[in-house]
């Protein structure tokens, strides 16, 4: 059996591992050590980052941003001093092509396989298998990973070399932050027209204007009296739409939709905190 290492195991990173214990011994590693108490009770064993970088030869990474990504694998006291040649590390950090090209020219000296791989879906369909792993690597890589990969989600897709899983995982969060936004203002209008929101809702989604938000987020989690936690924190959304604004500014490409909606979740952030939960936000909009 293999054994596997996993840095990292917060909301998604707890998500993903949860694929893979079951098949291969785990060995995961978090700041907060109450974070895997899950895993460890499903066979996991928690071990400090020198064990996991002597013992797995292949590390999957899930931190909070990009420059934990580089702390971790180039800061003096990281890990990448520890990893044997051969090792492959998955990163599956939102993070940014920029930092992945920098942790791919160090890592390559040291004979070390660094592949971005970032998922996108939410915790729920990550548990479920169904989210969607982008991978950024060249084919060769791709090939050593996929079948790994596979098990924790049927939808894998090689986007094409290092940093284009990174990329289009920007891509995509950005889109869902507009789509929320938009979701959020036409919806109220629908009801402020004087039709009920699940019938606004059901019409939408059977119609060209639907999106995630009107899909799951209204249906499943916005419905009836008190709103559900959907999990990922107004935060973690603004730290999102500022790397994909980064990356457009970096290429000379103009996002202002994205600029605008950056704005809407920095206000967000004033009236209801960092730590808001998204469905917070869209239930409560418009009170007051």
């Not at 990474?61 to 990009?66: A, S, V």
């Not at 070399?161 to 036409?186: D, Q």
């Not at 107004?234 to 600029?259: C, F």
């Not at 704005?263 to 004033?270: K, L, Q, R, W």
């Amino acid at each position: 059996m293999d054994t596997i290492g996993f840095i990292g195991v917060g909301a998604m990173g707890s998500s993903i591992a949860s694929r893979i214990v079951a098949g291969h011994q785990l060995l995961v590693n978090d700041s907060n050590p109450e974070a895997a108490a899950d895993l460890v009770a499903a066979g996991a064993r928690f071990a400090t980052l020198a064990e996991i970088a002597e013992e797995c030869r292949t590390i999957f990474l899930c931190l909070p941003g990009p420059a934990q990504v580089k702390e971790l694998l180039l800061g003096p006291d990281g890990l990448g001093e520890e990893l044997v040649p051969g090792t492959v590390i998955i990163d599956t950090t939102t993070s940014t092509p920029t930092v992945d090209a920098e942790v791919l020219a160090e890592l390559k000296g040291r004979a070390v396989t660094y592949v971005d791989s970032p998922i996108a879906g939410g915790v729920r369909r990550t548990r479920e298998g169904t989210a969607t792993l982008m991978v950024g690597a060249d084919p060769d890589v791709f090939a050593r990973v996929e079948k790994l990969l596979s098990e924790v989600t049927t939808e894998v897709v090689n986007v094409g070399p290092t940093g284009a899983g990174h990329a289009m995982k920007l891509v995509n969060n950005l889109l869902n932050a507009c789509n929320r936004f938009a979701a959020l203002e036409t919806i109220r209008l629908g009801v402020a027209a004087g039709m009920k929101q699940e019938v606004v809702v059901d019409v939408i989604n059977k119609s060209s204007g639907r999106n995630y938000a009107t899909e799951y987020t209204y249906p499943q989690l916005l419905s009836g009296d008190a709103y559900k936690p959907q999990g990922f924190t107004l935060e973690l959304m603004l730290k999102d739409i500022r790397l994909a604004t980064e990356l457009a500014e970096s290429l000379g490409h103009q996002t202002p939709v994205g600029k605008l909606v950056q704005g809407f979740t920095e206000f967000a952030i004033e009236r209801f905190g960092p730590s808001a939960d998204q469905s917070q936000m869209m239930a409560e909009w418009y009170e007051n």
